[in-house]
Structure formats: structure tokens, C-alpha cells
């Protein structure tokens, strides 16, 4: 099964943009890339997903390495409320699009 | 559309005892998934449901658990002779189709005394 890397934890400042990698080097052609978070006391919630172009939504946008052995989460302006740990993960057809969770980043957002 | 529910929020029962877990999932979706979570650690897959179908079984569930669908709508996860080691967050989750994406419930977080 494909893996994903990420860091443990990244701080960020209000206001200012925050960059979350996540490395996927052995993924293959028909695995999507999908995050999610989870804030404080409260179930994973979908952020945005994307396959092989750059995706932008009202949450975050996604920034895919043309090689797709690398993806960027990028939160524009982080607030207070953005403070959540962040899930990386590849779904694909093999297990059903399962989503399977590894530890995540941790981001905290300083006043 | 009221999301994904799950009842109780906390549960606290002595060991030894069955707990049940109930999940009403988003109406319209037909997957329903069932995860664990313990402190620090990402969720756990358990097991899920197409309709009233059970496709899946993680190892991680253990004969004292089971869990059903009947009628395709609400779940129930129901654990028997709990031990210290079951205390976790339970959460469920349901999806239109299997490659969509997840709604959560809040979870229910068993406390094993």
C-alpha cells in the first residue's frame, strides 16, 4: 500500500500562509490525494482532494509536484480556528478508497 | 441534512460489561464506516458497511466485537467483556459512494474502569 510522510508538527503565525507537506513517493497513477483534519474533541473533517492538477477550494488549496511524488497543502491565511491536526492520505481502488490515517501534522496557529 | 450522529458522546462502564454504540449516517449515503481512535494516534479502520452489507473487517476487531446495519441505515458497534485496552474514541463515518468523500460524526469515547 502506498505511505505517506509528514511532518510531526509546524507552527504558524495569524494571518500568514501555512504550508503543509506531505511525501507519497511510491504512489501509482490511479492513487488520489486527499486531506483531512481534525480539530480539538471533534471527528476528521474532508479539506480537498486531487489526483494530479492543483485544486483550490474555500478551505485550503493543494499544490501537486509534477511527479506526484510530493503534494503542499496551502491554508492562506491561518487563524486561530485552523489549529487541528492535518491528514495526508492516498485513497485508490485496491482497498476500496479506504481511508487510512497515520499520525499527521499537528498545526499551531499563534495569536 | 443533520450530518453524521452518534450516540452516547461518552460512555464510562466497568470492565467486564457490553457497550453499544449507535450511528445514524448522512440519509442518502449508502457506505458507513466504524474507526477507532486513541490518544495521539491517527484513526484505525474497523470495519465497514455498503447498505446492509458488511465488507470489511479489520483485524483489530476482536470476536468481542460486532457490528451491524440492518436495513442499511443506522449502524450499532457493539462490544463485549470490555477490557482497559478498548478505552477510545469510536467513530463513525459515512459516504455517498465508496471513492467520495467521508463525513464524521463526533465520536463516542469509551472509558474502560
Known amino acids: 500500500d502506498a505511505k505517506t510522510t509528514q511532518p510531526n508538527s509546524m507552527e504558524s503565525n495569524e494571518e500568514e500562509p501555512v504550508h503543509l507537506p506531505c511525501n507519497h513517493s511510491?504512489?501509482?497513477?490511479?492513487?488520489?490525494i486527499h486531506w483531512y483534519r481534525q480539530l480539538p474533541s471533534q471527528g476528521p473533517e474532508y479539506v480537498i482532494h486531487?489526483?494530479?492538477s492543483n485544486v483550490n477550494n474555500r478551505m485550503a488549496s493543494l499544490a501537486i509536484a509534477e511527479d506526484r511524488k510530493s503534494s503542499t497543502l496551502i491554508l492562506h491565511r491561518a487563524t486561530l480556528r485552523d489549529a487541528a491536526v492535518y491528514y495526508c492520505?492516498?485513497?485508490?481502488?485496491?482497498?476500496?478508497?479506504?481511508?487510512?490515517f497515520g499520525a499527521g501534522t499537528t498545526v499551531t496557529v499563534r495569536a | 441534512d443533520t450530518g453524521v450522529s452518534q450516540d452516547p458522546r461518552h460512555k464510562i462502564t466497568k470492565r467486564g460489561q457490553n457497550v453499544t454504540f449507535r450511528c445514524d449516517p448522512i440519509?442518502?449515503?449508502?457506505?458507513l464506516y466504524w474507526y477507532r481512535q486513541t490518544l495521539g494516534q491517527g484513526p484505525e479502520f474497523l470495519t465497514y458497511?455498503?447498505?446492509?452489507?458488511?465488507?470489511?473487517k479489520s483485524r483489530l476487531l476482536s470476536d468481542r466485537f460486532s457490528a451491524e446495519r440492518p436495513k442499511g441505515s443506522f449502524s450499532t458497534l457493539e462490544i463485549q467483556r470490555t477490557e482497559q485496552g478498548d478505552s477510545a474514541m469510536y467513530l463513525c463515518?459515512?459516504?455517498?459512494?465508496?471513492?467520495?468523500?467521508?463525513?464524521f460524526g463526533s465520536g463516542t469515547r469509551l472509558t474502560v474502569v
Open positions: 463515518a459515512s459516504s455517498l459512494s465508496q471513492d467520495r468523500a467521508y463525513t
Open positions: 511510491t504512489i501509482s497513477g490511479t492513487d488520489y
Open positions: 486531487g489526483l494530479t
Open positions: 492520505i492516498l485513497r485508490f481502488p485496491s482497498n476500496d478508497y479506504k481511508l487510512s
Open positions: 440519509s442518502e449515503h449508502n457506505r
Open positions: 458497511f455498503q447498505n446492509e452489507a458488511q465488507l470489511e
